[in-house]
């Protein structure tokens, strides 16, 4: 049984199920027990010479009346276990997926989608199985298994004892195979992973394999651990068919070491006194006792395999949550958008130097700021700090004057309007997208969103307009029309802050000039900040902060900048030129 700490409770909140489908099995398998000595009493009754057909009829009937009660407490015992095992599998999955939405990105950038995947379905499955067939093999194995002997020592006890001594030994031998049986499950479900792993990136990268027409290099790829998967599990099977072949030949040869002994003391049934129908009576629990040992068999598989798993999950709920609200935090839900960066350091935690040193700048409510800088500069992992994804020491960035890491998470991120880089969408339908920050959103709701992202016209030529179905990641759409689905998503929300993280970058320019005109008009007294790398994306903007290696090197308007920063003017000429190169104007850049 699973005795670990986060499976523990589930016997207690499950109790009265278990408690009840346990007694009613054990029950069961003492009821049925009579059925063998009423067959064996009528055949002893038929045999006398002188059959009673009276007694005959009333065992026939008992008979009857067991079964009928054996089946509807197989029926009782299976709703209350089994139904039991069914619900700790629901809360399990749902702890773990709650547990999951609040790991950091440190963990995710660790862990592959795949491998998470195997904790959900077969490692949750191998739970199942203990918490539901496994109680009911242990309990039926041991309490059948009990009367079975019991019964069977009432009629011979010598013949029990010898029936008895094998027996023992075959369940003796079968506990120390269960580590056998564990090591190589957890092997199997290693594997496993590995392959759900190799193959969710695949399906993921898919393009890229057939833009580098490496098809058939990933196929052999996934040949071999598709391979490696197969011999885990033949190993696997092989060992269990191994087990119960010599579990089998070892039942065949008691049974016929009994029918053999057995018959000896009907013949000489005048010294023994074991009739015929004692035999048939004796026979018959030596095969209601063949269940309990094989269900105790399984039992000792099905834990193995579960212990295994247990081993994963709880390595996976113990994996602790770096980012969480700190005590004493305060939750505000009239936070305004007035951010204040006091000498912000700060480096991820599996880095080894910082990638933002010293920043400081302010950004008052109903601003639009831009904020710009080459690759890797730190313009990301500003936002990061903004959305409370990170952990960082206090006193360095300020949300309408109270320090961030003194607020709930929730009040940050309530207040904050996303749109990622990678503009991440759903499988599921337009409205259903773009409105994912409202309860039961309607068409209604994302109309305005989709037209002020200047998307609405792109939606209205789909077939299925706004219900349309978009593919996983939202591969069905364009980039420019992910970027903008993404846009919409976010104006939806109506945050008191909106970030947009490189957001229009895959649309042309005379796109991007109607979306940034859309938010300077419907974003007034609410503050946005563009992450960006054109000019053209921020030169509107009321304040430019300028990022080069983790610091800030300049804070101003485009005009203002470009008298100030030789950085800043340096951007705006390479920029001109790759204008130039594409047919642009030359000027592009320098108005505003």
């Not at 346990?22 to 059959?51: H, R």
């Not at 089946?71 to 089994?82: D, E």
């Amino acid at each position: 049984m699973l005795l670990g700490k986060h499976f523990r409770k589930y016997y207690l909140k499950y109790g009265l199920y278990f408690l009840v489908g346990i007694a009613v099995l054990v029950l069961v398998d003492w009821y049925q027990l009579d059925i063998p000595k009423l067959v064996g009493g009528i055949i002893d009754n038929l045999k006398s010479g002188n059959p009673d057909g009276s007694a005959i009829e009333a065992s026939i009937w008992r008979i009857a009346i067991l079964a009928t009660g054996i089946t509807l407490g197989r029926f009782l015992w299976r709703f209350t276990i089994f139904g039991a095992s069914r619900r700790i599998e629901f809360h399990l999955r749902n702890t773990m997926f709650g547990h999951a939405t609040k790991l950091s990105q440190s963990f995710y950038s660790q862990e592959k989608v795949g491998g998470l995947m195997t904790y959900f379905i077969n490692d949750l499955e191998a739970l199942r199985q203990s918490f539901g067939p496994g109680i009911l093999m242990l309990v039926d194995g041991l309490t059948l298994g009990a009367f079975a002997i019991y019964r069977m020592a009432s009629l011979n006890s010598e013949l029990t004892l010898y029936a008895a001594i094998p027996m023992f030994l075959l369940t003796v031998s079968l506990v120390f195979i269960r580590k056998k049986i564990s090591a190589k499950f957890k092997e199997r479900q290693q594997s496993f992973e590995n392959l759900s792993d190799f193959t969710q990136e695949n399906f993921s990268g898919i393009t890229v394999i057939k833009a580098f027409v490496r098809e058939m290099k990933e196929a052999m790829f996934f040949s071999k651990k598709n391979l490696d998967l197969y011999d885990k599990n033949i190993s696997f099977v092989k060992f269990i068919i191994v087990i119960n072949i010599a579990i089998g030949v070892a039942l065949n040869i008691v049974i016929m070491l009994i029918v053999a002994y057995g018959s000896f003391l009907v013949i000489n049934i005048d010294q023994t006194g074991f009739t015929p129908g004692q035999l048939t009576e004796y026979i018959a629990y030596f095969f209601t006792l063949i269940w309990p040992t094989m269900a105790l068999s399984q039992f000792i598989n099905i834990q193995g395999q579960a212990k295994a798993s247990a081993q994963r999950i709880e390595k996976f709920l113990d994996h602790p949550v770096d980012v969480k609200d700190e005590p004493n935090t305060v939750e505000r839900l009239d936070l305004k958008g007035a951010l204040k960066v006091k000498n912000l350091t700060f480096k991820y935690p599996d880095g080894d130097r910082p990638v933002l040193k010293n920043v400081s700048f302010t950004i008052e409510q109903g601003e639009m700021v831009g904020i710009l800088g080459r690759t890797g500069s730190g313009k990301s992992s500003l936002v990061d700090l903004f959305l409370r994804i990170y952990n960082l020491d206090k006193d360095q960035v300020f949300l309408d004057g109270y320090d961030i890491m003194d607020l709930t998470i929730k009040s940050v991120r309530n207040t904050v309007g996303y749109v990622p880089q990678d503009n991440f969408l759903f499988s599921d339908t337009i409205t259903n997208n773009i409105g994912f920050a409202l309860d039961n959103p309607s068409q209604e709701d994302v109309i305005e969103p989709a037209q002020l992202s200047d998307v609405y016209d792109n939606i209205m030529e789909f077939k299925d307009q706004f219900e349309t179905i978009l593919g996983e990641r939202g591969v069905t759409v364009s980039g420019g029309q992910k970027q903008r689905i993404s846009i919409a998503r976010a104006l939806a929300k109506n945050p008191e802050i909106l970030i947009l993280d490189d957001s229009v970058s895959a649309v042309d320019t005379k796109t991007e000039e109607a979306i940034i005109k859309n938010l300077h008009r419907i974003r007034k007294g609410k503050t946005t900040i563009f992450i960006a790398h054109r000019i053209s994306t921020v030169k509107k903007m009321d304040k430019i902060i300028l990022l080069d290696q983790g610091e800030v090197v300049a804070v101003g308007s485009h005009k203002e900048l470009m008298k100030t920063s030789p950085l800043y003017q340096d951007m705006v000429r390479r920029q001109q030129l790759e204008n130039l190169v594409q047919g642009g104007d030359f000027s592009e850049g320098l108005q505003g």
